[in-house]
């Protein structure tokens, strides 16, 4: 695999201990993380960043759709089956390149039943999290929306550097979205101890018709004071969505100039800021900015009250 990787002039990827992670989860199924998890990632190693996405979607994960479903190789199902001796070595040679610095874990491309299927242990996928982390400046997950209630993956959630739950306007989608964002940052804040437990709101899919109105979508999620620091949103992009998935090629790829990929190219430049450290001068005055964005006491209570 390393002479092939070099001979299509990929990048080699190095030990790395540096390497930030970060989740996207959606409210609900459909709601649009696959295609933010692989254009993001795609997004971030064109920033220069050695990317490796996880597609931690046993059941019908589709990264691989998005990127470069006609060489994918070795899946989840194979790495889980190595586990206990998998290093960055191994993992090394497992991943599937698909662009210059970004490769892939996909899903298993079939579902076995659950006599052959058990569910992954916590301990298992957190230790191919911290693997891939070694391999990569950046490691994004692709999770599916039942990781925010199944046991195997609560120690992920709680030790990823950064988690993004992808919503959408509608009201099913948004009646999760409340459900999963009150949950998700109750684990995180615990699990982080007072330390920065990131978790931010992505709104998907926005356009002119949508069923629910922006703003009453994140009045429902108590963030209407605070979408700039907790919140963005993303436009629906069907035609450019469409060709990127027939064609098995990144959005941002396909159609660079696309508001979907422009606004991804955004995130992504945000991200890689937000994972850089900072220098010390910065740092204090990054400090009083960040005190105005976090959330009041009132805001927790708010939150508190609805869900008890
Ligand atoms: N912003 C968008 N514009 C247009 N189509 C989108 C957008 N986001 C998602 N989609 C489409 O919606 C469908 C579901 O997206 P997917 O990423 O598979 O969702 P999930 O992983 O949450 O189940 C796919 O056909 C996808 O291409
Ligand atoms: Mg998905």
Redesign the pocket.
């Known amino acids: 695999m390393a002479m092939e990787i070099e001979s299509r002039g990929l990048a080699p990827m190095q030990a790395n201990d540096t390497a930030r992670t970060i989740g996207l989860i959606?409210s609900?199924?459909?709601?649009?993380?696959?295609?933010?998890?692989?254009s993001l990632a795609w997004a971030l190693a064109e920033r220069g960043l050695r990317v490796v996405l996880l597609d931690l979607?046993t059941h019908?994960g589709?990264a691989a759709l998005?990127l470069c479903e006609r060489n994918a190789g070795p899946t989840l199902r194979d790495v889980l089956q190595v586990i206990d001796r998998l290093d960055d070595t191994l993992l090394d040679t497992l991943l599937t390149p698909c662009s210059p610095r970004l490769r892939l874990l996909p899903a298993p491309r079939q579902w076995l039943g659950p006599a052959v299927e058990a569910a992954p242990e916590p301990q298992h996928l957190l230790r191919l999290v911290h693997t891939a982390a070694t391999l990569a400046d950046c490691v994004v997950l692709?999770l599916?929306?039942r990781a925010a209630v199944e046991k195997a993956f609560a120690a992920v959630l709680v030790d990823l550097d950064r988690l993004e739950l992808?919503s959408?306007p509608s009201l099913p989608a948004t009646f999760n979205a409340r459900r999963s964002w009150h949950w998700l940052q109750t684990l995180r804040a615990e699990g982080h101890e007072g330390r920065d437990a990131a978790c931010h709101v992505v709104l998907?899919?926005?356009?002119r018709h949508q069923a629910l109105d922006s703003a009453q979508v994140w009045r429902t999620l108590g963030l209407e004071d605070r979408g700039a620091a907790f919140g963005r949103e993303?436009?629906?992009?069907?035609e450019?969505?469409?060709q990127?998935?027939y064609q098995g090629q990144a959005l941002g790829a396909l159609q660079p100039r696309d508001a979907?990929s422009r606004a991804v190219a955004r995130w992504a430049e945000e991200v890689e800021g937000a994972f850089k450290p900072k220098p010390a001068a910065a740092a204090h005055a990054d400090s009083r900015a960040l005190a105005q964005a976090t959330p009041s006491a009132g805001w927790r209570e708010r939150l508190i009250r609805w869900a008890t």
């Open positions: 959606g609900k199924g459909g709601v649009g993380t696959t295609l933010l998890a692989s979607d019908g589709q998005h692709d599916p929306a992808i959408e998907n899919q926005v356009h993303l436009p629906r992009s069907d450019a969505v469409a990127a998935i979907l």
